[in-house]
């Protein structure tokens, strides 16, 4: 039930955690007393319990969002006849029609359809148009995902792995999406905060030739048991693949130990280990993704928490900008200012303290951490919390900041590195580069106008708002200055052009060349 319960839920003695789930009020603001025992049980007892009395108490929840079980658009009439982006289907029913409920904490298998002509005009109706080329077709595993973006969104995101059979724990089948790398783990992220539709394809396009690995993504409309939900990215997930992170599975002893990790700087939520250094008397936690926390070893936990300890050792110390001995020991110099820089030039509110990817190689192939790009629909100015992240300011300094963003700081790795002359000077030089390439202002206009372009000639942008009516609607976070898609647009590029502006005068940049999208290195065919 605490998955399912919206916001308008009434529900007595209990109110909304951190982390979305629904916990006991404090004593004197509840008018029963039972409900305090559950502060003093172990979780997996609090979690049975809760969901033995949020049954047991007169709880209502709003009727479209319970219909059959799996979330619906507010609009379920849109109809779709043809569009431009590929469709994707989704069909949880079974022979006799009965629905499958999608959760948010495990997999359940439901057939899957992808359909993308080579025309670019893709038709709704599969009866009336049969022979229609199929992208991909069988069983995936799905589930619900992401924190915010799942608690505060009406639309919902989706993880899915493609499967060989309808066995949701049987064998997974990597398969190629969309002319995407082959892989078995796909994410559908589901753009409702994000009015634009498109932060995420605009920043991971911007960022690709600069890390290791960059998401490709395509946009695309999703119809889900015949119903219309919408315009949705499917997304490449950093994993282990070889299409992806190529990882390798860590050992227990010599350079097998040392690699390879990934952590993600995120909420307590999942199983993680806690950073040394506390902000604000707040912790800050490193969430176990690979390998998954179920498959490490007790050495492998050590050896990964160690060796972010002695990163924050070495930081702490005077000898911090060393050259043999310092940071440059422990991270990517050129890899952090990529990722510091970019999340500066879109100001990602959740950059360095939620969901930042950190991950790390065997030391024979590289010792030094790195950061691959992850989660931009609250970037360029989409976020209101604590006094806003406007422009012209740090989100580095603003995010270690105490007050609403409190509890989830950023650590205090990112301000201690810019105090080193060595590390700002190169800042400053990457931003130049940065700027004469794909993050000039005629190239950000270009891939702004192409992205617009994708979601409107078709009219999906516009299905999409018949489906969710939100301009009027007050939505966690998110501003509410557009009253139509048009404006949403003109405010988002104004909103680049002045914090592109702050951010040259404080690097010392003056725009002197033109790059156009028709030039630049970029991989346009892994929108």
Known sequence: ??????????????????AGMYEPMAYEDMDFTKAEIINVMPRQYKVTLLTILLCLFAIEVPADSWDEGNYKPYNTDVVLEKTNLPLLFIDTRDKA??????????????RMKIISNADGVNYGDTVAHPNQTIDYEG??????????????????????????TADVNGKKEKVKLLGMPESNQWVLLAPYHDRSLIRDPLVYQLSRPYFEFTPKCKLCEVILDGIYYGVYILCEKASKCENRMNFTDPGDIGDELTGDYMVEIDRDNEPHFVLKN????????????????????SEQMAYIKQRFDELEDVLNSDGFADKENGYS????????????????????PDAYRLSTLIYKRRDSVDPRFKITPWDYNMAFGNNIAADDFIYEQWVYEKGQQAGLLGKLPVPFWWKRLTEDEAYWNRMKERWTELRNSTLGDQYVTEMIDSLVNEVTIGGACERNYQAWPIWDKEIPLAPTTATNYSEEIALMREWI??????????????PTSILSIHDAPADHDGW
């Open 278 to 297: 506390k902000m604000y008397d707040h912790d800050i936690c490193a969430k176990y993704n690979f390998p998954e926390y179920e498959d490490m070893t």
């Open 497 to 510: 052009k002045k914090q592109v502006a702050w951010i040259d005068g404080q690097l010392g940049f003056a």
């Open 97 to 110: 029609g009965h629905t499958t409920v999608i959760h948010k904490d495990y997999r359940v298998a439901v």
């Open 329 to 348: 020991k422990y991270i990517d110099v050129e890899n952090f200012i990529n990722y510091q820089l970019m999340s500066e030039f879109c100001q990602n």
């Open 139 to 164: 069983w995936v595993g799905i589930k619900y995902r992401g924190s915010s973006s799942f608690y505060d969104s009406d639309k919902k995101p989706y993880g899915f792995r493609t499967l060989k």
């Open 1 to 18: 039930y605490h998955q399912r319960l919206s916001d308008e839920a009434i529900i007595k003695g209990f109110r909304r955690g951190d």
